[in-house]
Every structure is written in C-alpha cells, then in structure tokens.
C-alpha cells in the first residue's frame, strides 16, 4: 500500500456503500449466517446469568463442546465470508454458499485463526494496547491467505504485518469512525450489527486493496 494515494476515511466509506448497492440485503444475510452459526448456539446454550440472562437450555458440559466447535469453525468461515466481500469488490459473481468456501482450505484457516488468536492474547498480556497494535498489524492475513493459497499461515501474518507498517493509525481511525453506527446499532438489541457489518468489512477490504 501506499500511504500517499490511499484515500481518507470518508472517502472509503462512500466506496463501501456504493459495492453495497443492490446487495446489501444479501450480504447481510451472509453477516446473519455468520453470527447464526458462530455466535447465537453461545446464548442459547451458555449460562450467563452473571449478566442477568437465563436461558433454559444451558448445560455446562455442551457448553464447553459448543466453545471448542466453534473455535474450530470460525476460521474456515471468516476466510470464506472474507473471501465473499473480495469478489463483491473485484465485481465477481457473489453466492450465499461462498462463505463456506474456507472449508476447502480447513486446515490452513483454522491454523491462521488459532495462530492470530495466539499471539493477541500473549500481546495483550502485557498490555491492552499492544493486544490491539498487533491486531491491526495482522488484519491484512485472512485477505493474503485467501489470496495465496500456496503459503503458510505463519506467513500470512508475516506478510501482514509488513503490509501494515505505517498504517495502522489509519486503520483504526477508519474503524473508530463506525462507533455512532454502532451505538445505533445497540439500540436495536444488535440486530442493526447485521447490517453494519457488510458495510465495515466492504470498507476495510477496500483499504486493503488501496
């Protein structure tokens, strides 16, 4: 990436929502798969009375199996909704059946996945803030990964974060510009996240690719 030709935040948001036109409800159901698969067996079968929900299916031993399930899951499905935006952007034929596509390439998205996870948690060890630097610098891997799938996992990160150098700042600006969005978003119970998502993910693909 160049630094000097890549545009400001608005100016990539407005990008985004021009990919999104006509499609926006099906990238969104896209988003709702996602979070359907990955996200909601957690609040049905998870006991999070703490936070004053009950659900009456919770069991601590499935618990456990869900978390370890869709551990190994969300990899392969994050490579494959990433790779569904990608070819939104690059004006390829776009399917609902795509974001599974991460399946074909299982184990290497997994190992991306867990490596990512790894070295956020041991970085954040040390602080909160550079858990988020090293977040950023690897936000490049799934979208290299995707792109080239004669490499290595740990080599996607490599790769990332050298893609990254210099820009990271930028990125988080473009993330933190979402926030009101966001809120708005809470007002709904979260279901709006359903339609935000689309637009973040179209925007940060388009950075990538500036």
């Known amino acids: 990436m160049d630094y000097d030709v890549i545009q400001g935040n608005t100016e990539l948001r407005a ?9 926006w409800g099906q990238m969104a159901l896209a988003c709702f798969i996602y979070s359907f698969i990955t996200v909601l067996p957690l609040f049905i079968f998870s006991d999070y009375s703490e936070y004053g929900f009950y659900s009456p299916f919770s069991n601590p ?7 370890i399930a869709i551990f190994i899951i969300t990899g392969p499905l994050f490579l494959g909704i990433s790779g569904y935006f990608l070819k939104r952007i690059r004006s390829e034929e776009i399917r609902i ?15 991306l996945s867990f490596l990512m996870s790894l070295f956020i948690i041991l970085w954040s060890l040390l602080l909160i803030v550079p858990g988020i630097i090293k977040s950023l610098g690897y936000s490049m891997a799934i979208y290299i990964l995707y792109d080239n799938p004669e490499i290595s996992s740990l080599e996607a990160i490599k790769r990332s974060q050298v893609i990254m150098k210099g820009y990271k700042g930028k990125l988080f600006c473009l993330y933190l510009s979402f926030i009101g969005w966001g809120l708005l978003c809470i007002v709904t119970l979260g279901i709006g ?5 689309p637009y973040i993910m179209l925007s940060d693909e388009i950075f990538m690719k500036t």
């Open 61 to 67: 031993v499935l618990d456990i199996i869900l978390d």
């Open 15 to 23: 990008q985004a929502r021009y990919q999104l036109k006509g499609v």
């Open 193 to 197: 996240f359903i339609w935000l998502v």
């Open 97 to 111: 059946e795509n974001i599974f596509d991460g399946f074909k390439r299982f184990i290497p998205s997994f190992l």
